[in-house]
């Protein structure tokens, strides 16, 4: 046994080992990523530089970084190779775009198959499974507030007093038509296996109110920690680096990291 291990260590360090491990790392545990616009922000800002826990909901197909070519076919056909939990809601998601399958987009997973969802006047309205004491004990575990729509319970801004990152423009106003989802929306019904995914900057991401739900199989995994991050003139944030998405949410409640609304509105992605 002893003997093995030596021969697998000084594999490793040849170059051709090197690179397989590298791969094996990239393919099923962690993948970097860069946060390249505000979308996420205040929860995600530009810049950040993460990584992903690929197996955070099961394990996806591998592919060869950067080009993003399979290493292997869809055996299953939902993008996995094993299946895995599903994304929750309130979870933020690492998942391909459903319009371009090379390209990654991070949002946070809003509802699932069977919600309802609509959104009037910017403000979000969710209501769990169409079930009134489903919907109850969601709103109270997000301690958000209830309210009736045609005398039907909805949970208003379901998802802002837990996760402070959330937030709106005061200078995106209605008449921006080509904005117009951001501002009314729906109501939809969530179709099984189906997931609806928006940003946290809530008036400058193009999410699921624009191009619809993603399914599992675009699910690539979830944010882990940042291991870099810098603003736009290239200054370290030091308070960010090293930090789990939950750290940095918990500090945003603690009102601990705090950042200017307007900061990083580049564009809508």
């Known amino acids: 046994m002893k003997n093995k291990l030596y021969k697998f260590y000084k594999w490793s360090n040849t170059w051709q080992g090197t690179i397989v491990l590298v791969l094996l790392f990239m393919f099923f545990v962690a993948q970097a990523f860069l946060i390249p616009s505000g979308s996420m922000k205040n929860t995600l800002l530009i810049h950040d530089a993460l990584f992903a826990k690929k197996f955070a909901y099961g394990v996806p ?35 391909r775009y459903p319009m371009n399958e090379k390209i990654h987009f991070v949002k946070r997973c809003v509802a699932k198959e069977g919600d309802v969802l609509f959104v009037k006047n910017k403000q979000l309205y969710l209501r769990i499974q169409n079930n009134d004491q489903a919907t109850e004990k969601f709103a109270k575990q997000m301690k958000a507030k209830l309210v009736y729509v045609n005398g039907v319970k909805f949970i208003l801004n379901p998802y802002s007093t837990i996760h402070k990152g959330i937030h709106h ?18 109501p939809v019904i969530i179709n099984k296996g189906e997931y609806f995914m928006m940003g946290d900057n809530r008036d400058h991401s193009a999410d699921s109110r624009f191009w619809g739900p993603i399914t599992y199989k675009e699910v690539v995994g979830k944010p882990w920690f940042i291991y870099m991050s810098w603003d736009d003139n290239y200054k370290i944030r030091w308070n960010r680096v090293g930090k789990t998405i939950d750290e940095i949410e918990k500090e945003l409640r603690e009102g601990i990291l705090k950042y200017p609304i307007r900061e990083g509105h580049k564009r809508l992605d």
Do not use: S
């Not at 290493?71 to 690492?94: A, Q, T």
């Not at 423009?169 to 729906?186: H, L, Q, S, W």
């Open 61 to 95: 197909i591998p592919r060869i970084p950067w080009l993003e070519i399979p290493v292997l076919p869809d055996f299953r056909g939902d993008g996995h190779l094993i299946d895995g939990p599903k994304p929750k809601r309130g979870d933020i998601v690492i998942f």
């Open 169 to 186: 423009d005061p200078d995106i106003t209605e008449i921006d038509g080509m904005n117009a989802p951001i501002f009314n929306y729906g």
